[in-house]
C-alpha cells in the first residue's frame, strides 16, 4: 500500500510538473503568484511636462517628494520643441537642471523623446504633437540628447502614445512611427553603446478609424521588422475606475489587456522582452470619470500587485506625483499622489509600502 501511495505522488508530481512547463512552452500568460524581486527599483513616477520652467529651489522639492515615496526612476520629457526650436541651435538649460536634479536626489531616468519643434514638422501637422516630417532628423535629435547625457541617462523612450491623433498628429500610422522607432533607436545606440530603448508607451484606445488600439499597433511593429529597434515594449494601462485585476472589464481594461500584449510578443518569439507600463494611475477630484481617494490607491494597490503577479511587467511609474492645480473638476489636474500642497493622498501611503514590500501587496 504505502509503495503504491508513493508512486501515485510521484505521478502526480510528474503531470504537475509537466503542466507548469506546458505552461510556460505554450506562453500562458496567466499569473501563478507575486514576484518578489520587485520593488523600489521596479517603481517609478511619471512626471508629465513643464519640469524644465521651475526654478531650482521647486525642482528640489518636487524630486525629494518622488524620492521619499520610495520610487527609484522618474520619466519625463526631452521636449525637441524646446530643446532644439531652430535647426541646430540647441538650448540645454532647462533639462541639464533638471536632470541634475533628479540624479542629485539618487533617482535613475528614463528619459522620453518627443514633441516636434515646428520647422521639423510634418506640414499638416499644426502643433508639437505633430509627427516629425523626416524620421532621420528625429534620430539625429535623439543621438543628439544621448550623448550629451550618456553619463546620466541610459534608458529612452520614444515618443508618447503614438497610437493616438493628438499625439501623433494629424494621425496614428505604425508605419510612419516604426520609421522614427528605426532611427531613433540605430542612431541613440551608436552614439550610446548598451542604452536601452523603450517603444513609446501606447494609451488605451480603440480602432475607431482615429485612434489605434494598442494590441492592434503593437501587432503592426512586429509585422514591420521592428522588434530589433526596442528593448522594452512601453504601456500606459490605464484602467480606472476598474482595479487593474477586474476580468470582468477586460473589453476595455488596458491593464488586463497586456495579456493579449504579451501573447502577441511571445507569438512573435519576443518573450525575452518585458513591458513598462510608463504610465499608470487614475484621477481624484469630482470630473466625471473622477474616483474618491481612497478608490485611486485601491486601484494604485491593485495594479501594483496585479504587476509581480503577471510577472513580465518589470516597472511601473505612476502618473503622477503631485496634482497639476487646484480645480478638481479638471481631470488633468488631479492624478496626483500628493495634492498641489503636496499634502499625501491614500494613494502616497500605498507607495511607499511597495518600495519595501516584495510580493503581493
Known amino acids: 500500500m504505502r509503495r503504491r501511495t508513493v508512486l501515485r505522488r510521484r505521478l502526480l508530481t510528474a503531470v504537475a510538473v509537466l503542466v507548469v512547463l506546458g505552461a510556460v512552452a505554450c506562453g500562458s500568460t496567466e499569473p501563478a503568484g507575486c514576484r518578489t524581486d520587485l520593488s523600489a527599483d521596479s517603481l517609478g513616477v511619471a512626471t508629465g511636462s513643464g519640469l524644465d520652467t521651475l526654478g531650482d529651489a521647486d525642482l528640489d522639492r518636487y524630486f525629494g517628494a518622488a524620492a521619499d515615496s520610495g520610487a527609484a526612476w522618474v520619466r519625463f520629457d526631452f521636449d525637441w520643441s524646446i530643446l532644439e526650436p531652430s535647426r541646430g541651435e540647441f538650448d ?108 513609446g508607451g501606447l494609451s488605451p484606445a480603440t480602432d475607431n478609424g482615429t485612434d489605434i488600439a494598442p494590441t492592434t499597433f503593437l501587432s503592426e511593429l512586429y509585422e514591420l521588422g521592428v522588434a530589433e529597434s526596442f528593448d522594452v515594449v512601453g504601456m500606459h494601462p490605464y484602467s480606472y475606475p476598474a482595479l487593474p485585476s477586474d476580468a470582468s472589464t477586460e473589453s476595455w481594461n488596458s491593464f488586463y489587456r497586456m495579456r493579449d500584449m504579451r501573447d502577441i510578443m511571445i507569438g512573435h518569439g519576443d518573450d525575452g522582452k518585458p513591458i513598462w507600463a510608463t504610465e499608470f494611475g487614475s484621477p481624484t477630484g469630482t470630473g466625471t470619470d473622477a474616483v474618491d481617494a481612497e478608490r485611486q490607491a485601491e486601484i494604485l494597490r491593485d495594479g501594483i500587485t496585479e504587476q509581480r503577479r503577471l510577472g513580465f511587467v518589470d516597472k511601473l511609474f505612476v502618473y503622477s506625483l503631485v496634482d497639476r492645480g487646484t480645480d478638481e473638476s479638471d481631470r488633468e489636474q488631479n492624478f496626483g499622489v500628493v495634492d498641489h500642497a503636496l499634502a499625501p493622498k491614500p494613494a502616497w501611503h500605498v507607495m511607499r509600502t511597495a518600495a519595501t514590500t516584495p510580493g503581493c501587496l
Open 92 to 199: 540645454w538649460s532647462g533639462t541639464d537642471r533638471v536632470v541634475d536634479a533628479a540624479r542629485a536626489h539618487g533617482l535613475q531616468i528614463l528619459g522620453l523623446l518627443t514633441h516636434t519643434p515646428e520647422w521639423a514638422r510634418a506640414g499638416d501637422a499644426d502643433d508639437t504633437h505633430g509627427r516629425p516630417a523626416d524620421p532621420d532628423e528625429f534620430g539625429r535629435f535623439g543621438a543628439d540628447v544621448a550623448q550629451r547625457y550618456r553619463d546620466r541617462v541610459s534608458h529612452w523612450e520614444i515618443w508618447n502614445e503614438p497610437n493616438l491623433a493628438v499625439f501623433f498628429g494629424p494621425q496614428p500610422d505604425p508605419v510612419a512611427y516604426a520609421a522614427l522607432l528605426e532611427s531613433a533607436s540605430s542612431r541613440i545606440r551608436a552614439a550610446v553603446p548598451g542604452a536601452v530603448v523603450v517603444s
